[in-house]
Nanobody, 121 residues
């Protein structure tokens, strides 16, 4: 079984920063092809915030986070970190770490349990 373990959520004032970390454990015989972070607010669909495509060596950022969030990771260790700066109230959501073993841009194969990020205005 593959498990994605997340850490780093919490409460922060608008304009502040948080760092989310995610590490895969379990039967990770090989590296994933992509890892990243989705986020979801109640009543809305889960949306992609940022994802590293290790096969193409590219990183995607949603327009809403571009310039404020930075995703980094280690393909060999199956870890990703999301540095979130200049946080806004609208960044409030449950953030889910994701990992994809197949086509990097497809819907993820594995998910973390989710970590709450709350930005106070």
């Amino acid at each position: 079984q593959v498990e994605l373990v997340e850490s780093g959520g919490g409460l922060v004032q608008a304009g502040g920063s948080l760092r989310l970390s995610c590490a895969a454990s379990g039967r990770t015989f090989s590296s994933f092809n992509s890892m990243g972070w989705f986020r979801q607010v109640p009543g809305k669909e889960r949306e992609l915030a940022s994802r590293i495509n290790w096969l193409a060596h590219t990183t995607y950022y949603a327009d809403s986070v571009k310039g404020r969030f930075t995703l980094s990771g280690d393909n060999a260790k199956n870890t990703v970190n999301l540095q979130m700066n200049s946080l806004k109230f609208e960044d409030t959501a449950v953030y889910y770490c994701s990992a994809t073993a197949g086509i990097p841009t497809m819907w993820p194969d594995y998910w973390g349990q989710g970590t709450q990020v709350t930005v106070s205005s």
